[in-house]
């Protein structure tokens, strides 16, 4: 099951790849003509999105890592969240990930690093007091197969997908509506060259909302799914439940979490959950993930 | 000619390469189910060589419950010395039982379950049970995904080809060794995983 995951994900990755491509291109081409020189408009994006993809790919654990004040752990100051990394890496053969933690007393924990060569797994004081010996390591499974099913690789590609296009869009928008007057009008190409202008226009405002959509969509799908494969590495689904249920319970909001890394937390680090899956969450609802770990 | 030999050729460069694609496939699955294998070897290795420490550990407090000692060290010794995985298997099941009661009259003993060394072999040890049955798991996982392989069409010919077997599964024999040794910290929980 596991390995379908993992080619599902390397597809979806795929995919994800050429949209992002299919709409830099067109919003690079709508730029172009604003300004009325379309290969420039197009060159911009096009190195602005492979930059931007390169910047991410290789440092966006150490991004990530940063913006949430973590720190590397060491083995002495808690054991057994090594011995736990260590025993379901080997369950989930592949390398051992990195551990890093947050000095912040709400429990929670998330994954990142572009392959299994890379992972890092990052969790809070708060998670490493709270949780007994079972659910952090039903936990650190949930991350764990954040890694392997390379769910933490497609989140670094979606992200960077949503900002290159907010950034492109909004140079559009503001090139229509505040600037370059003269220019506007050097449209050639008559009609049809036109309502291929307004089409693109229409995608420049609605892409940063869709591609934030589809994040949130994925994110969502991703959760499940880690929950399924980190109940099959530590073959004992309670251990994630009765650990998502003690951070659900928990009211207090992570301070080092802020909206552009929320996604990548086991669970909704702003609080505020809501009972109903709606399409701007991050996660699923908490009681929803429970009862499928409990049914398994 | 040329259509056809041309046609002719391109299916047999295809199916070449399909079936070296096939081959080199189950090379890598038979490759992890063997290095799978060692790994086990490796947590057990690590796993002996932890005890001597924590025996001295507990010595150092409990110096007159020698025949605990002589029994864990006796029975690692077999351990180490087994020569066939089932021999192994059930050296494992003594050691298991002999560390169970050395950590029992370790609880009558204040000073020693206070000394952070004994704690931190405590723990070294639960988590290197935890392991084992991790690289177990871990095993049968390998080896269910060669079988499942092999037996399938057409990598079934291939396999029967190149001599390729179905591996067998590791089974604990005795319904004790199924469980990590109980060292608990919190007397309600249970260390280390339930396992496969």
């Keep these: 099951m596991v390995y379908e995951q993992i080619a599902a994900n390397r597809r979806t990755s795929f995919l994800v790849c ?9 919003l690079g081409w709508v730029l172009g003509e604003l300004w009325g ?8 994006a096009v190195g602005v999105s492979l930059g931007s993809v390169y ?4 440092n966006s654990d150490q991004i990530v890592l940063r913006m949430s004040q973590a720190r590397p752990l060491l083995k002495s100051e808690h054991p057994h969240l090594f011995n736990s990394v260590e025993g379901l890496a080997i369950a989930a053969g592949m390398p051992t990930p990195r551990c890093y933690v947050i000095g912040d007393s709400a429990p929670n924990a998330f994954a990142t690093g572009r392959d299994p060569a890379h992972g890092v797994i990052c969790v809070t004081t708060g998670l490493l007091d709270k949780m007994n010996r079972l659910e952090l390591e039903g936990v650190v499974a949930h991350e764990m197969s954040h890694i392997k099913n390379l769910d933490t690789r497609l989140q670094v590609l979606v992200a960077v997908l949503v900002g290159t296009t907010v950034l492109l869009s909004d140079w559009i928008r503001r090139t229509v509506f505040y600037g370059r007057g003269g220019r506007r009008g050097r449209i050639r190409g008559g009609q049809a060259a036109a309502v291929l202008l307004l089409i693109g226009l229409l995608l420049a405002l609605l892409a940063p909302l869709i591609a934030q959509l589809l994040r949130l969509a994925i994110s969502r799908s991703r959760e499940y799914l880690a929950d399924a494969s980190g109940a099959l590495l530590t073959r004992y689904p309670e251990g994630l439940a009765s650990a998502l249920e003690k951070l659900a319970a928990d009211t207090e909001p992570l301070e080092a979490a802020n909206r552009a890394t929320a996604h990548l937390y086991i669970v909704n680090p702003l609080k505020g959950e809501t009972r109903w899956e709606t399409l701007f969450d991050t996660h699923p609802p908490i009681t929803e993930r429970v009862r499928r770990l409990r049914t398994m | 000619m040329g259509w056809l030999a041309l046609t002719l050729i391109v299916v047999i460069v295809v199916v070449v390469l399909i079936l ?3 081959y080199n496939g189950l090379v890598n699955l038979r490759n992890r189910v063997d290095n799978a ?9 690590r796993r002996y060589d932890l005890i001597p420490n924590l025996v001295e550990t507990v010595k150092g407090y409990a110096a007159h419950e020698r025949t605990t000692f002589e029994r864990v060290t006796e029975a690692r010794a077999r351990c180490v010395s087994a020569g066939s995985v089932r021999e192994q298997g059930q050296a494992e099941n003594v050691l298991t039982g002999a560390l169970r009661q050395l950590f029992a009259v370790a609880e009558s003993y204040p000073e020693l379950k206070a000394n952070q060394n004994f704690l931190m072999l405590q723990e070294e040890l639960a988590g290197t049970e935890g392991k084992v049955a991790y690289a177990r798991q871990f095993y049968n996982d390998s080896v269910m995904t060669l079988n499942a392989t092999i037996q399938r069409f057409p990598n079934n010919l291939v396999a029967r080809q190149f001599g390729f077997r179905p591996r067998e599964y590791f089974e604990i024999e005795e319904a004790e060794a199924r469980g990590p040794v109980r060292v608990s910290f919190a007397p309600t929980e249970t260390p ?5």
């Design chain 1, 18 to 26: 050429l949209i992002f491509a299919a709409v830099v291109i067109v």
């Design chain 1, 37 to 44: 020189v379309p290969w420039v408009g197009l060159a911009i």
């Design chain 1, 55 to 58: 910047t991410a790919y290789y």
């Design chain 2, 20 to 22: 070296v694609g096939m």
């Design chain 2, 37 to 45: 294998w060692h790994q086990i070897d490796v947590q057990l290795r």
């Design chain 2, 192 to 196: 280390g995983q339930p396992r496969t």
